[in-house]
T-cell receptor, first 109, second 116 residues
Framework: LAKTTQPISMDSYEGQEVNITCSHN???????ITWYQQFPSQGPRFIIQ???TKVTNEVASLFIPADRKSSTLSLPRVSLSDTAVYYC??????????FGQGTTLQVKP | SAVISQKPSRDICQRGTSLTIQCQVD?????MFWYRQQPGQSLTLIAT?????????ESGFVIDKFPISRPNLTFSTLTVSNMSPEDSSIYLC?????????????FGQGTRLTVV
């Protein structure tokens, strides 16, 4: 049973900011929140990871409120190449990843 | 970051036969993970492969169907045995790198298996 819940799909247009929210109500104290991106015919690719508050890298930002029961992946100014499935996971140090259904993001011109 | 190579990248197999998928990592890792991704679905963990011990299987997966080898710290194989069309999926190998709490998973490009 997946530990996270996120929207099945989202649509956006090029140049827009996209925010994908994920719920993880039962997140464990030791769990980190990690987002992966998957293109067709490829394995998932790490995007960003955080524990609390805000994390930013060259690709995205991750917002995590104080209660850590949800998180929001923010993709600034998306392009057509950002069309992919985005997975939110909460996991500890066991190495095992439990994937939910993910969010299929479709970016339109 | 770890680089993972999987072979074959795809195959079409007859039902009742077996296919062995190879996974090679460019660095030594303690654990390697095998996932299955059925068409249009998310990834499901099959098992964890540890060097020097038997693999640990997740609920719904058994060693007789998915035997795994882990002869050293950079290599693993997954065999899909006695295949049926329901085994048609993408099979992915994964490793993790990182600290005690925060880790990053790296995946191979996957093996697309079609059983006819």
């Amino acid at each position: 049973l997946a530990k996270t819940t996120q929207p099945i799909s989202m649509d956006s247009y090029e140049g827009q900011e996209v925010n994908i929210t994920c719920s993880h109500n039962n997140i464990a104290t030791n769990d980190y929140i990690t987002w992966y991106q998957q293109f067709p015919s490829q394995g998932p690719r790490f995007i960003i990871q955080g524990y609390k508050t805000k994390v930013t890298n060259e690709v995205a930002s991750l917002f995590i409120p104080a209660d850590r029961k949800s998180s929001t992946l923010s993709l600034p100014r998306v392009s057509l190449s950002d069309t992919a499935v985005y997975y939110c996971l909460s996991s500890g140090n066991t190495g095992k990843l439990i994937f939910g259904q993910g969010t299929t993001l479709q970016v339109k011109p | 970051s770890a680089v993972i190579s999987q072979k074959p990248s795809r195959d079409i197999c007859q039902r009742g036969t077996s296919l062995t998928i190879q996974c090679q990592v460019d660095s030594q890792v303690t654990m390697m993970f095998w996932y299955r991704q059925q068409p249009g679905q998310s990834l499901t963990l099959i098992a964890t492969a540890n060097q020097g011990s038997e693999a640990t299987y997740e609920s719904g997966f058994v060693i007789d169907k998915f035997p795994i080898s882990r002869p050293n710290l950079t290599f693993s194989t997954l065999t899909v045995s006695n295949m049926s069309p329901e085994d048609s999926s993408i099979y992915l190998c994964s490793v993790e790198e990182g600290g005690v709490m925060n880790t990053e998973a790296f995946f191979g490009q996957g093996t697309r298996l079609t059983v006819v």
